[in-house]
């Protein structure tokens, strides 16, 4: 019979409805990933089982509360990722970049290696490439960056831009004006952005245009100088369209082209401009293409394995 012990952590420095989440989520988590049981009272965290499950449980609940200490946000799935990672932060976590937002109480932090690297392209180079699939962050860092940006006025303009004809359905059969039939298109933008701004703050800086939130086809004939560019759901763009948009960059401009090559829904797949660029930018000095994966999935965990299945079925 394996033998059984208690370990008690003092828990310093870390909100204990953050370590504990909502309800003890993330204790429950760590339970299901460990084997132990957990439990929390006063500043003691306790870990009780078998001898390998608890010592494993100490690993994840040590790297959980240098997180806390330094996030103030914590998730069952963060747990989870830990667990699987056995204990270790990895470089998204901890004291890795950060991005400052004005008005948002908690910094946007990566939570996975992936994106620490995607983020620090996005830093340091004019053009960055972001490749992967859902719920990896793509476009929520990207706007985080770009806000940022805005605020140290490294930037004067932000421009959101995305195809609008996605899945083989057409504008023409969306009721309204030109604006409401494209708005349905754009709304993850305007999402990811009210996440990042006061609602004020982003009303009045849309309605001043120093954010844009446009279709794609909007930035024909335009040149974008000291601004920030992101094309979302680039997978969906033609050739002509790629080429289109990356040549609008003007003065103290950047781009960052965000896609993912496993929902391409245009109907010739040699007319993706996504594919074209990974395959002809590399090797140009300040552009870069990241590529993120299943493992820098962090929505819900059910997301990384609804990715997993698909990939596993197409390999068949």
Not at 99 to 107: A, I, K, T, Y
Not at 278 to 296: A, F, K, M, N, T
């Amino acid at each position: 019979m394996n033998e059984s012990i208690t370990h008690r952590i003092k828990v310093e420095g870390a909100d204990p409805l953050v370590l504990t989440g909502i309800n003890d989520a993330n204790l429950l988590a760590l339970e299901q990933v460990t084997g132990a049981r957990a439990s929390f009272r006063g500043e003691l965290l306790t870990l009780s089982g078998e001898l390998e499950a608890v010592e494993r449980a100490s690993q994840v609940a040590a790297a959980m509360m240098d997180i806390a200490r330094v996030q103030g946000i914590l998730t069952s799935d963060d747990v989870v990722r830990l667990a699987r990672n056995g204990g270790a932060i990895q470089d998204g976590e901890g004291d890795q970049p950060r991005v400052v937002l004005p008005g948002v109480r908690r910094p946007v932090r990566p939570k996975t290696a992936g994106q620490a690297e995607y983020l620090r392209a996005i830093e340091n180079n004019e053009i960055v490439v972001g490749i992967g699939p859902a719920g990896t962050g793509k476009t929520y860092l990207a706007v985080a960056m770009a806000v940022a940006a805005l605020a140290r006025k490294q930037v004067r303009k932000v421009v959101l831009a995305r195809p609008a004809v996605e899945a083989g359905e057409r504008l023409g059969f969306l009721p309204g004006d030109l604006q409401a039939k494209v708005d349905p298109y754009l709304r993850p933008l305007y999402d990811a952005l009210e996440e990042m701004m006061p609602n004020d703050r982003a009303q009045r800086a849309m309605e001043n245009r120093t954010i844009e939130i446009a279709p794609l086809a909007y930035m024909r004939g335009r040149t974008l100088a000291d601004a920030f560019v992101i094309l979302d759901e680039a997978q969906n763009v033609t050739t002509g369209q790629m080429k289109m948009f990356l040549t609008r960059l003007g003065v103290n401009s950047r781009a960052v082209v965000i896609g993912d090559k496993t929902q391409i829904d245009l109907p010739d797949r040699t007319e993706c401009g996504l594919i074209q660029v990974e395959r002809i930018l590399p090797g140009i000095d300040g552009v870069s293409i990241c590529y993120l994966g299943d493992d820098d999935v962090v929505r819900h965990r059910l997301v990384r394995e609804i990715i997993r299945a698909y990939e596993e079925d197409n390999g068949q």
